[in-house]
């Protein structure tokens, strides 16, 4: 069972979020010749000043 941990920036709608999520499961099927109900993704969202890269934050 393919299991996916997505790590975004908060602030996307909850239609955004069922575009990607739909997205997602549909490549991974075919890819994987997987069935639907076999993939499973944790969207975690995470405020901009909880995530830094080349030692700056998000939020700066």
């Given at each position: ?6 790590q975004?920036?908060?602030?996307r ?11 997602i499961?549909e490549?991974?099927c075919k890819t ?6 076999s993939?499973d993704?944790?969207?975690q969202?995470?405020?901009r000043?909880n995530w ?9």
């Open positions: 069972m393919p299991t996916f941990n997505v975004l920036f908060e602030g709608t909850a239609e955004q979020k069922r575009a990607f999520v739909k997205a499961t490549v991974t994987l010749d997987c069935g639907p109900e993939v993704i944790i969207i969202e995470i405020k000043e830094a890269t080349a030692g700056k934050l998000w939020s700066d």
